[in-house]
């Protein structure tokens, strides 16, 4: 959950997974949040990269990460979080 809504100063506009076209993550989380007082934006892409790999599931993180451990690899993973701020209603 990127913000709680209640004392916020920014409100969740809209949520979906997006094709972003690229290999390597090839689906996002998009998140547009909007600022209560203006018409400012935050655009947000969202994904997990674990084992090497990306994923917009939480639990298809963990279970990436557990085939990485039984494989000896470790657990490395990382929650991946871009944003751009847009002034202004262009979304």
């Not at 809504?5 to 949040?33: C, F, H, M």
């Not at 990269?49 to 494989?71: E, I, M, P």
């Amino acid at each position: 959950q990127l913000v709680r809504e209640k004392y916020e100063p920014w409100r969740q506009r809209s949520r979906d997974i997006r094709a972003t076209g690229a290999n390597a993550v090839p689906r996002v989380v998009e998140t547009v949040l909007r600022a209560r007082e203006s018409e400012r934006l935050i655009l947000v892409w969202q994904w997990y990269w674990t084992g090497g790999q990306a994923t917009v599931s939480a639990l298809g993180s963990k279970l990436l990460g557990v085939a990485s451990q039984l494989r000896g690899q470790g657990n490395p993973g990382a929650s991946v979080l871009i944003y751009a701020v847009v002034d202004g209603d262009d979304g």
